[in-house]
């Protein structure tokens, strides 16, 4: 996928979905994949990023990283993305964002978004503004109605929610995927080393939600390849007074320095809440059932 947010507009006429995309999930990818059917087109995201928080706007929790989304739009078929910060484009009025934007930057034919997606200057543009507006520049229009499971609306505030609470797995359902992040390892206490269960640690962004602390099942990626794990998120009060949030994965059947290399973690189940041990030793034996826990 290539990255057009500041480059010459693309050579080839695109299909492009819009939307924030927070999450990318099962919801976004019915907007994604309408695009993704005009077969004659170039599939193209138009997003944003936030990179300059202004008054009126309260960015939310990131549900996923960038540099993660643009993995799974990639994997999907995606082959152009777009992603100005939300200050670039915000001063736009409908119109100019279609002609601009759409027409002029990136060479669309056809326009996809959800019924509640909104563009222009105070979010006067709305799905039935891009119909017509698009029919004035060329452009064909999408709208694609809102995704359900069991029932429910799929929205990015319920897997929010979900993740907060420790529900990984209902998240999870929704997402269509497992929620992950790719971070740097960085150097800890080494705690872990000293108790045999050796762990990386990584640090979540304060821009991310924040799920649930305690222990999770989780895949662990490494060079192309997947191994299990356990990992807790919290702040380990049985060790550490600081209070500071880290991510530790001790990963199954792996034996290798990965400081400094972005890894992959995904959650995939709930195992248990954090909470403080009388000792060390009742902590690895925790550990050790926290572990065959992750084996089954």
Known sequence: MTDITYSAPPKEETAVALGYFDGLHLGHMGVISAALAQSHLKPTVFTFSCDTTLPKFET???????????????K???????????????????????????????????????????FGRDGCGTPERLTLLGEKYGI???????????????????????????????????LGYEWQFTLPVVHGRELG????????NQILPETNVLPRFGVYKSYVQVHS???????????????????????????????????GESVAVSLCAFIRPERRFSGIEELKEQIKRDIKSAEK
């Open 193 to 200: 080393r000293r108790l045999n269960f050796p762990t990386i």
């Open 225 to 259: 390849r997947n191994y299990r794990g356990i990992t807790n998120i919290g702040v380990r009060p049985t060790v550490d007074e600081s209070r500071k949030v880290v991510c530790e994965t001790h990963i199954l059947n792996f034996n290798g320095d990965l400081y």
């Open 76 to 118: 999907a078929g995606v082959e152009y993305i777009c992603a100005p910060d939300f200050a670039e484009v915000c001063t736009l009025s409908d119109e100019d964002f279609v002609k601009k934007i759409l027409r002029d930057k990136l060479n669309a034919r056809y326009a996809c978004c959800g019924r509640n997606f909104r």
């Open 140 to 174: 064909r229009a999408g709208i694609v109605e809102d995704v359900c499971l069991d029932g429910k609306l799929i929205s990015s505030t319920h897997i929010r929610e979900l993740i907060r609470n420790g529900e990984i797995e209902q998240a999870n359902r929704l």
């Open 60 to 74: 939310p929790e990131d549900i996923i990283s960038f540099e993660n989304k643009c993995e799974l739009l990639e």
